[in-house]
């Protein structure tokens, strides 16, 4: 059974920084891309970042190009989301994922290529 479990939410000020991890458990982590979401209230659940399998290959919403960075540690089966210049806009629940397939060249964007999902870590961004 694949676990999908993401710390490193929390509160902090517009203009501040936080690191998310996804520790992964129950499959072969390095032969699957990964992706982050995000979903505030009253919106759907909405595309962040995605890693292909290797780590070879990044992709980012319009939004948080230049601010988030998607890393992963294959060896501690571990994804990371480093975000920086935080807005109120960020504010959301953010999920980690992973992919239906394995070594796909470029990482999944659609929630419906993804499909283990992590329970969610909450950010707080205040003005």
């Known amino acids: 059974q694949v676990q999908l479990v993401e710390s490193g939410g929390g509160l902090v000020q517009a203009g501040g920084s936080l690191r998310l991890s996804c ?39 319009d939004s948080v190009k230049g601010r988030f960075t998607i890393s992963r540690d294959n060896v501690k089966r571990t994804v990371y989301m480093q975000m920086n210049s935080l807005k109120p806009e960020d504010t959301a629940v953010y999920y980690c994922a992973a992919e239906r397939r394995p070594f796909r060249a470029l990482g999944g964007t659609d929630v419906s290529d993804f499909g283990s999902w992590g329970q969610g870590t909450q950010v707080t961004v205040s003005s």
Do not use: K
Not at 26 to 38: E, I, P, V
Not at 39 to 44: D, L, R, V
């Open 23 to 61: 520790a992964a458990s129950g499959l072969t982590f390095s032969r699957y891309g990964m992706g982050w979401f995000r979903q505030a209230p009253g919106n759907e659940r909405e595309f962040v970042a995605t890693i292909n399998w290797s780590g070879s290959t990044t992709y980012y919403t």
